[in-house]
């Protein structure tokens, strides 16, 4: 299954212990070459740069300059290696996301998730290698990573029916199940595709064909009815969405 060209793989880490720990499970991993090893975010630029690695596990959590900080400064290299972030903080997922990174490891790292990892890694860069270069990606986002009882869950944006607020957290409602993700509604009303997404309320953005429709309250604000029952009002600074969304 592994007998291809290994992935050559540069691990980034400031706590030795588990930068040790981690290339000894990379060396009983299938399909994977350790090409060498950073302590800080500038190191890990300088070695990406100077050694070409096809995969990044990387840190976030470092001094000076953190993974995320690093992710996003080697986006711009043609072509830029896979990043699979390894961390003990459930915290940064939705930022991993943003820089496009291809798994996201909790530590202890488990082996047989490292090794899922580096086979998601190898796949990436071969679906790349074989698509043609679009002259646009898409800004929007397509996924999330959330929390659960399990560990992580990446969620398609398409799924999520809405977003409430909820203090310094955003709550995706997906169906019957729901997760909360540390962001803000003014980035995510940015960042979702607003061919797709519209906000409604200052905490409240809802998918369009998630709308059934609207009708007026006695007071005469705009009421959105929802796919799965609920109601969402509409807030006064959001009216013109209505009739936006109606054609009007």
């Known amino acids: 299954m592994h007998d291809q060209v290994p992935l050559r793989v540069l691990i980034a880490d400031d ?8 290339q000894l499970l990379l060396a009983r991993a299938e399909g994977a070459q350790l090409v060498g090893t950073a302590s800080d975010g500038d190191s890990a630029i300088n070695l990406t740069e100077a050694l070409t690695p096809d995969l990044l596990l990387l840190d976030i959590a470092m001094p000076g300059l953190d993974g995320i900080g690093v992710a996003r400064s080697l986006a711009a290299q043609k072509p830029s ?15 991993a996301f943003e820089v496009e990174a291809v798994d996201y490891l ?34 929007w986002l397509e996924e999330f990573w959330a929390s659960d009882l399990s560990g992580l869950v990446r969620i398609a944006a398409r799924d999520v029916d809405r977003v409430s607020a909820e203090r310094d957290y955003m709550r995706l409602h997906v169906g019957r199940r729901s997760w909360l993700i540390h962001h803000s509604m003014a980035a995510l009303e940015e960042g979702l595709d607003p061919e797709l997404f519209v906000r409604l309320h200052r905490s409240a953005i809802v998918r369009k064909d998630f709308i059934g429709g609207f009708t007026r309250n006695p007071s005469g604000r705009w009421i959105a009815r929802l796919g799965d029952g609920t109601e969402q009002p509409v807030g006064r600074l959001y009216s013109d969405r209505v009739r936006a969304i109606a054609g009007r």
Do not use: C
């Open 106 to 139: 909790m530590k202890p790292v488990d082996p047989i998730r490292l090794q899922r990892a580096l086979d998601r890694a190898r796949a990436y860069l071969q679906q790349r290698s074989a698509e043609p270069a679009s002259p646009k990606e898409s800004r």
């Open 81 to 95: 290696p896979a990043v699979v972030f390894v961390t003990a903080f459930d915290q940064f997922a939705v930022a």
């Open 15 to 22: 706590e030795p212990l588990a930068a040790e720990r981690l």
